[in-house]
């Protein structure tokens, strides 16, 4: 792909810190970089040039957040349709990025995609989900956005938990310091994977291979990221790349490779990085991966990565519980339903009671009250008690 013509929009607090990041990042220079917020201090707070910057709601929320209303989230994105398709005019690629559980990336992620739907933009989702420490309702706002908002809709959507944090960092890590974190190392993985679909000139993951895997699927990703140089680790830069991939934060340990279901592998390098040393560093995180697991292997190279080489690892893990309850759940439903109509139908063949079984009710103490009389007929005695009527229940009709 040409220059610019990749474009990464950040959604929400999260998603324009990440942006942020990246804007500082001379390798991500080839980008196409936008922010979306309805918090004008959010935005205000990244170096990213005006136009490429848009405070969502601004005459409705006047600079304010959403304060975690997904509604209100959705509604201010969804007043910036036409500025949004205006931001996105020349994008090949989309990529999307932010954290979800609050109200602006949540509400209007889904907007977002409409927007590359409708323009028939190819869209990659890459989202955070909450701390399990903020409760459990931004933890739901965050799982529905995915499973009602995305999945199914959106070519691909890696969903990665925060909570991996906790195998790597302190208990006495600062909470701002542990959200930093998550942040960087998301923005290393969207530089990774943007930059072997930019260059892709060595081995290229194509954007099918995403599709194919993640589409529709529920899941949750790690993603490790190892950075090597010859200045700093010389000829051993491939162990050391992949050393630090194995202890990222985000990663888990190393024991995610092993039980992912797929994994996503990349690796950046200068012009000197040649095919066999790709091969001796794709091998060598090979040896912990399972053989039965898919796997996508992107490699490219550029100037700008000359002598240093970034590892990037995303694992996959599918959620086919999730999607078995899901099934069980929809068998069950289907199940009592066709139970409760046989039931139905069961007592309406079985019945041998055809009339209906009224009987009086009386009139307590108006019963020696006055008579309502017509035509020698006691109004207050029903109508088929007085004329000596059978009421059918109309089920000798239905059978």
């Given at each position: ?261 797929a994994v996503i592998v990349t690796l950046l390098g200068g012009p000197e990085l040649s095919l066999g040393q790709t091969k001796q ?119």
């Amino acid at each position: 792909m040409e220059s610019k013509k990749i474009t990464v929009l950040g959604v929400g607090g999260s998603g324009c810190r990440i942006v942020g990041m990246l804007n500082e990042n001379p390798l991500a220079a080839q980008l196409k970089l936008l922010a979306v917020d309805s918090d004008s201090n959010s935005l205000q707070s990244i170096n990213l040039p005006d136009s490429s910057r848009l405070l969502a709601g601004e005459r409705w929320r006047n600079g304010r957040g959403c304060g975690g209303n997904v509604l209100d989230g959705q509604r201010v994105i969804a007043h910036e349709r036409g500025k949004i398709e205006k931001l996105l005019e020349g994008t090949e690629f989309l990529l999307v990025v932010g954290g979800l559980g609050r109200g602006t990336a949540s509400g209007g992620m889904p907007v977002v995609l409409s927007v590359a739907r409708r323009l028939e933009i190819p869209t990659l989702f890459v989202v955070t989900l909450p701390f399990t420490l903020e409760g459990h309702s931004r933890r739901k706002i965050a799982e529905d956005t995915v499973k009602n908002g995305l999945l199914g809709i959106a070519d691909a959507v890696i969903c990665l938990p925060n909570d991996l944090l906790f195998s790597v960092l302190e208990s006495t890590t600062p909470l701002s310091s542990a959200f930093k974190l998550a942040d960087q190392e998301l923005s290393r993985t969207v530089l990774a994977l943007t930059m072997v679909l930019l260059h892709g000139n060595l081995l290229a993951a194509d954007f099918g291979n995403f599709i194919t895997l993640l589409k529709k699927k529920k899941s949750f990703c790690s993603i490790g990221i190892g950075i090597a140089s010859d200045e700093i680790d010389g000829e051993n830069r491939s162990e050391a790349a992949l050393e630090r991939l194995l202890c990222s934060p985000l990663l888990g340990g190393v024991d995610k490779l092993d039980d992912a279901d797929a994994v996503i592998v990349t690796l950046l390098g200068g012009p000197e990085l040649s095919l066999g040393q790709t091969k001796q560093i794709l091998e060598l995180v090979g040896r912990y991966i399972k053989p039965d697991s898919q796997l996508i292997i992107g490699a490219a190279t550029g100037e700008e990565w000359t002598g240093k080489i970034m590892l990037s690892a995303v694992t996959v893990k599918f959620d086919f519980e999730g999607e078995a309850i899901e099934i069980l759940r929809g068998e069950n439903e289907q199940t009592t339903h066709r139970v409760r109509m046989h039931s139905a139908t069961a007592t309406a063949e079985e019945a041998d009671q055809l009339t209906l079984p009224l009987e009086p009710i009386s009139k307590g103490i108006m019963e020696r009250g006055p008579q309502v009389k017509w035509k020698n007929e006691d109004l207050d005695v029903p109508t088929y008690m007085r004329q000596n009527l059978t009421i059918d229940n109309g089920k000798r009709g239905a059978q």
